[in-house]
């Protein structure tokens, strides 16, 4: 039994014998090697055979030493069929740059969509965008990734809290949450405003209650800074103090900087490689060689060759090698000193109110150890001291604490 799909690739051709002798005929092929198959005979004097396409030369001797003529009827398999397709290669090259045409836009961008954003803030996006390089007919695989995308546009539009990034087919979906402010937050009943902690009484803004405290009054935490109860002794009004009492509060912080620190930063420099990724197997298709720098990282992002909206067991694979370089930064005395300044200005930023002013700081103690300096700063800060407590009964001592509030503590 011989293997037909071997005879497919190499090329089969299908032979009409005749004349006397066909049987020494076929007893001489058989001897010379060749291989013949489907032998089938038409009369006395007739006889069809295959044969393999490169034991054709083989048949002219024989031929020749007999009375036997030959006659090829057919021709099939792989050579025959290239023969072909080279024939017709325009109709050929046309399918094919039909089908990689489709690929191709099945890969780009045609569309972005935006919801959940308002005009003002859609522009935003927009315009960060087209900064980035996203928009239609970009191809995708030149793009970064959906998790890069919605980190970048969080990051960069301020009005945005949260943004969400998804590619379907060939279009961009973003639904974005902007920020809201916060609503006041609804008075449950009647309350006084009292100290969240010491302080020295800067300003008072009261809206509803009776004060208690004057400016440059010192407070203790708990200490009542706004009555919700105000009248006379025998016809008292219950409110809901509200106010801003902005005290003059303090905080110390302590810092170490190194005069000497080593870190690694990107210095800009970056080399691009795509690659197709074919059943785990990579090919190269741009960015060929090694990166003329030494020190890299390098970020892989894949993204899966579409048709139409079918993923095809293929990917694009998109490598980004970012140089990097080793600095060494050394700092003089002047410059830590004012390097652990700003450090500690952000420190006690961590720790305030956000619309908390810093009044004024001052070096408690500074020095230099071990190649460190060490910076401990005092900070007097304005910030709102008032917090709600609920009136839950109104009692002489607090009639007595609203007519005394001006009781004082001393700051730490």
Not at 23 to 42: A, D, P, Y
Not at 117 to 126: D, K, L, V
Not at 162 to 173: A, D, F, Q
Request: charged content about 30%; hydrophobic content about 35%.
């Amino acid at each position: 039994m011989k293997n037909q799909w071997i005879h497919s690739f190499s090329g089969t051709v299908k032979v009409k014998l005749t004349g006397k002798g066909i049987e020494r005929f076929l007893n001489q092929l058989t001897r010379n090697g060749v291989s013949i198959w489907n032998v089938k005979k038409h009369g006395s004097e007739a006889v069809t055979f295959y044969v393999n396409l490169q034991d054709v030369k083989k048949l002219r001797i024989p031929a020749r030493d007999s009375n036997c003529k030959i006659r090829f009827l057919e021709r099939a398999g792989g050579p025959f069929f290239l023969k072909k397709l080279w024939t017709n290669s325009g109709f050929l090259a046309g399918a094919f740059l039909f089908l990689a045409l489709m690929i191709l836009l099945s890969n780009m961008v045609w569309g972005i969509e935006i919801k959940g954003a308002s005009p003002a803030t859609e522009h935003q996006i927009r315009k960060e965008l087209d900064r980035m390089g996203i928009g239609v007919g970009k191809l995708q695989f030149s793009l970064d990734s959906v998790e890069s995308i919605q980190k970048e546009l969080t990051d960069k539009v301020g009005a945005l809290t949260w943004i969400g990034v998804e590619l379907k087919g060939t279009t961009y979906h973003f639904q974005a949450v902007e920020k809201s402010e916060p609503k006041k937050a609804e008075v449950a009943g009647p309350r006084h405003l009292v100290a969240k902690r010491k302080a020295a009484i800067y300003k008072i803004f009261v809206e509803k209650g009776e004060p208690v405290v004057e400016v440059n009054d010192y407070v203790m935490p708990g200490q009542l800074l706004v009555s919700g109860l105000y009248g006379k002794e025998d016809d008292l009004k219950v409110v809901a103090a509200e106010g801003k009492i902005l005290g003059e509060t303090w905080y110390t912080t302590k810092v170490e900087l190194p005069l000497k620190s080593t870190f690694q930063v990107y210095n800009g420099n970056e080399k691009k490689k795509y690659s197709l990724i074919v059943a785990g197997k990579g090919l190269p298709l741009w960015g060929f060689g090694k990166p003329e720098f030494s020190e890299y990282e390098t970020e892989v992002n894949e993204q899966p060759v579409k048709f139409f909206k079918w993923e095809l067991p293929i990917k694009v694979e998109k490598k980004t090698l970012r140089e990097r370089e080793q600095v060494t930064r050394v700092y003089s005395r002047k410059e830590a000193i004012e390097s652990a300044k700003d450090l500690a200005r952000k420190d006690i930023k961590n720790y305030l109110p956000e619309n908390a002013i810093i009044k004024g700081e001052k070096i408690l103690h500074q020095s230099i150890e071990n190649d460190k300096v060490k910076l401990t700063t005092h900070f007097t800060i304005i910030e709102d001291i008032a917090v709600g407590q609920p009136i839950i009964k109104e009692t002489e001592n607090d009639r007595r604490l609203k007519n005394d509030g001006n009781t004082t503590g001393e700051p730490n």
